[in-house]
């Protein structure tokens, strides 16, 4: 039986491309695990055996992450034409989320053959049994997000190399790791395909990313071809209320209670979003909501957390902090003025006197919340340099809470607040203009596709993607502003902005095709994704490589 070793002896490109997605797949590589390098090392090793890289050994390397615990590594393989310096990059990543949502079949969640009998005899959704009854799908955790974007790019590449005579440019593979989480993987590879750059002297055309797509409604069958990256943020919300007994609830003002507020005014909440017609704009979600408490008691929470995911697209970051900021306010003084109504109506059933409770609840951005404790005489500086040295081992997303914490701890002023920061990951957004050659050229490619697929263009890949981080829209001066409401910014999460703004590479994806990403009923579209994909993204290399 062939294996992805033997991918230049199968002469059908959509046997090769299966295969390989099959052993990537089968080839557990989960996000924070050692398997991340494992399946590095495999692709390092099926890369070696294609012709071309025996006899250009040094056109696949490997990039070690610096600092990372686990050794894990990027992947990079050059296709050159001597003389030329326009480059096309072909980027992925081939780590994964996690296999518990799998259940019982756990054990099987990286058999693909497997998972489309089991799904053949699943009468529990019919959708995913009848696209199982077909044959047409490859199951597995990876499958869709995205190995199958993953052996598209490397036999791409392998063509190329068996057709010189039609390349007109160099060709380069970008293999990521830490693509769901924190995308340390494309971060540190900045500094190679900079390195590249220089040294090589490369001109990077375009990055095509093959990260899936998927129908966005029942009967949809478009494919979504995209210009474009969203960005991402974390907003977050350290609450500090004013704790009490049970017994006399109406004494303080409960943390939990402002937190329910802020997430009831904020989660999905399609008001808060940006207005991009024909754009898939998303509002925010809420990921964490807990308070600080550990055990049981009968004293209200007097400190909570949360955090939600922020899409963004063509607004700057510290204009969505302003934005939310003021929003948040508004009801937090609804929420203080109801509380005092509350108060008095418990009192009157009791024939005890109305009280005039002027008790405040303060909003605070941190760029504010700092300069509220420089007019309170506090060095905040210093016990900010305190705390650093104090915590060496910070975790990124609760680190800005801690501080908080701890500054406000020397502040002990007893006055219920709220202060709105940012946490890691920080993902720019980016975009193509339709006047630029770029997306001509992509345009006249789909146009003149033989398939007769639907396409249709979106200037903004809806999911997260590495693309974010190859170029970037927003000035030195928005970037700036953003990062004073980014509690410890340089030691959690420091992005090479500038080296971003001097590669400037634009960025489209060009997706492998399928259903269910994040779940266990993750499947790929074989006829698309292996039969009309590979061919559409050589169209569009050759053309970009003509002009």
Request: aromatic content about 12%; glycine content about 6%; overall charge negative.
């Amino acid at each position: 039986m062939k294996s992805a070793f033997d991918l230049e002896t199968i002469p059908d490109e959509k046997q090769r491309i299966e295969l390989l997605t099959r052993e990537l797949v089968a080839t557990k590589s989960v996000n924070g695990t050692k398997g991340e390098v494992v399946l590095v090392e495999k692709l390092e090793k099926i890369l070696r055996t294609f012709t071309v890289f025996k006899k250009h050994p040094e056109w696949v390397w490997t990039q070690k992450i610096k600092g990372d615990e686990l050794g894990r590594k990027n992947i990079f393989a050059f296709l050159g034409k001597e003389g030329i310096q326009k480059t096309v990059l072909y980027h992925s990543h081939f780590d994964t989320v996690g296999l518990e949502d799998f259940g019982s079949i756990k054990e099987k969640a990286l058999d693909p053959t497997y998972l489309e009998q089991y799904f053949t005899n699943y009468d529990s959704d019919r959708e995913v049994q009848n696209d199982a009854d077909t044959g047409d799908w490859l199951f597995g955790r990876g499958a869709l997000d995205m190995k199958s974007g993953d052996a598209v790019n490397i036999v791409n590449l392998l063509y190329f190399s068996e057709h010189p005579e039609l390349q007109e440019g160099n060709l380069l593979f970008m293999g990521n790791c830490v693509e769901e989480n924190d995308h340390s993987g494309v971060i540190a590879a900045l500094d190679e395909l900079k390195r590249l750059q220089e040294e090589w002297n490369l001109q990077y055309s375009v990055a095509i990313n093959t990260d899936f797509i998927s129908p966005k409604y029942a009967g949809d069958t478009q494919k979504y071809i995209y210009y474009g990256a969203a960005g991402k943020t974390l907003t977050c919300f350290y609450i500090k209320g004013i704790e009490t007994h049970v017994g006399n609830t109406y004494a303080g003002i409960d943390s939990t209670l402002i937190a329910s507020r802020i997430n009831l005014l904020i989660n999905n909440n399609p008001d808060f979003v940006e207005d991009i017609s024909g754009e898939e704009i998303l509002p925010s979600s809420c990921l964490m909501l807990r308070d600080q408490k550990d055990f049981y008691n009968v004293q209200t929470a007097k400190v909570t957390e949360m955090y939600f995911n922020t899409f963004t697209y063509k607004k700057p970051v510290f204009e969505i902090i302003e934005q939310l900021k003021i929003a948040v306010k508004s009801d937090c003084e609804k929420l203080v003025n109801e509380a005092r109504q509350r108060e008095n109506k418990f009192l009157s059933k009791l024939n005890f006197p109305e009280v005039d409770n002027t008790r405040k609840l303060n909003v605070y951005s941190f760029e504010e919340y700092l300069n509220h404790l420089d007019d309170l005489g506090i060095d905040w500086q210093s016990l900010i340099d305190s705390f650093i040295i104090s915590n060496p081992e910070l975790d990124k997303r609760s680190a800005g809470f801690e501080l908080i914490d701890y500054l406000d701890q020397q502040v002990n002023d007893n006055e219920a607040k709220v202060v709105l920061f940012l946490a890691p990951p920080f993902c720019p957004h980016n975009s193509i203009s339709q006047d630029s050659k770029v997306y001509q050229d992509l345009e006249e490619v789909l146009q003149k596709n033989n398939e007769k697929i639907d396409f249709t263009m979106k200037q903004f890949f809806p999911y997260l993607s590495d693309s974010s981080y190859l170029m970037i829209d927003e000035t030195p001066q928005e970037i700036a502003k953003m990062k004073n409401n980014f509690p410890l910014v340089e030691q959690l999460y420091p992005l090479p902005y500038e080296k971003m703004r001097e590669l400037n590479i634009p960025a489209v994806d060009i997706g492998v095709y399928g259903k269910g990403a994040h779940t266990w009923k993750e499947r790929v579209y074989k006829p698309y994704s292996f039969g009309i994909l590979p061919k559409l993204i050589r169209n569009y290399t050759q053309k970009i490589w003509q002009d």
